[in-house]
């Protein structure tokens, strides 16, 4: 039996994309009150717009990314395997990158749509805790 990507290796691996992706959208937010006073999209359909787009990416990364990181996770290569931490870690945190055009450019009436959208970081970080390390137990059984 090869070593395995376990929960508690998966866990603290999301748990840090997850604090980095709190930290920067957080860090936007404040940014974006403090020192843009007009918003280069003001307007709402614009807003929309990049929620939508950005929102839609997330939406569909997500599965592929959990796909990929048990592929990578079910490697017997150990270096692979640590691979595997550092692409969730990574995979976590991008739900902010994704939050920071709304966040940066829209008004300030909807940066909502940039935080529900750095929001997502929790719903990548469950995926991954969930379904990657989960795919180990089951490979183990066979």
């Known amino acids: 039996m090869s070593p395995t990507v376990s929960r508690n290796s998966v866990a603290p691996a999301g748990g840090i ?4 992706a709190l930290v920067t959208v957080l860090a936007a937010n404040f940014a974006a009150r403090a020192w843009i006073s007009a918003p280069l999209l ?3 359909w614009a807003g929309w717009g990049l929620f939508l787009l950005f929102g839609g990416i997330s939406a569909v990364e997500i599965p592929l990314m959990v796909f990929g990181l048990k592929k990578l996770a079910a490697s017997p290569d150990s270096l692979a395997r640590r691979g595997t931490q550092v692409g ?4 976590v945190f991008f739900a902010a990158v994704y939050a920071l055009p709304n966040l940066l450019l829209t008004a300030p009436s909807l940066r909502w749509m940039g935080i529900a959208l750095g929001a997502a970081a929790v719903v990548r970080f469950g995926a991954a805790v969930i379904f990657v390390s989960q795919s180990q137990n089951a490979d183990n059984a066979d």
């Open 17 to 20: 994309g997850l604090c980095a």
């Open 42 to 44: 003001p307007q709402a």
């Open 88 to 91: 969730v870690g990574v995979f």
